[in-house]
């Protein structure tokens, strides 16, 4: 008898399962740099995100980065709450029931708040990799990869669910990742990756479950 290799699906976690009530860390500084804010979250994904601490070293780089003085980088700064979506919950049920799930998302080690997401989100998803545990950050391939390689699972075998077409769909494409964008009523800006990778649309992340449950039931074919 064939045993069917085990099916993981990685979830963004801001924007895809749900949204912080409040400013974090990432916003306060894009809205102190004068950079623009898509430069700022450039910068900050590949200066902030993949630091496990914030050392004075560290805050010093990332205030050059960007242009803004270290005295106004925030110190001691409270992760937001997290407010899930109506339909985060069910969703991840219905994932849960046909894969393991696990939240893959590019975050300072100040807004990750692994024990508030765990409490809010087990038993349906059993692990969490924030980029400042793994080092890396999406779009990058070794992002996805680190997560793969950590788990055991071959690349053809995981499915990226997330709602940043850069970070999540672009990243998840380079990786060699099926993908599936949460669009919540946005355009798609690129057909090709839709006609030529097989990226799936869903309109919220009910629709990704149905996605996913049928891409199950079908073994990925």
Known sequence: MTTTPPLLVTVDVGGTLGIAEGPGLTMRLAEASPLSAVRAR?????????????????????????????????????????????????????VSAVATVVTLSNVTCVDADTDGLRGLLSPWVSDYFPSCRIGHTKPDPRAFHAVVDQLGVRPDRVIHVGDDWTC?????????????????????????????????????????????????AGSLQ
Do not use: K
């Not at 769909?169 to 800006?189: C, T």
């Open 168 to 216: 999540d769909i672009v990243g998840a494409v380079a990786s060699g990742i099926r993908a599936i964008w949460i669009s919540r009523g946005r355009q798609v800006p690129d057909d090709s990756l839709v006609v030529d990778h097989g990226v799936l649309v869903a309109a919220d992340l009910a629709a990704a479950a149905t996605h996913i449950t049928q891409l199950a």
């Open 42 to 94: 450039e910068v900050m994904r590949t200066s902030l995100h993949t630091q496990p601490a914030l050392t004075d070293t560290v805050v010093a780089e990332v205030c050059e980065a960007l242009e803004v003085p270290t005295d106004a980088f925030p110190r001691d700064l409270p992760p937001a709450p997290f407010r899930l979506f109506p339909e985060t919950i069910e969703a991840l049920r219905r």
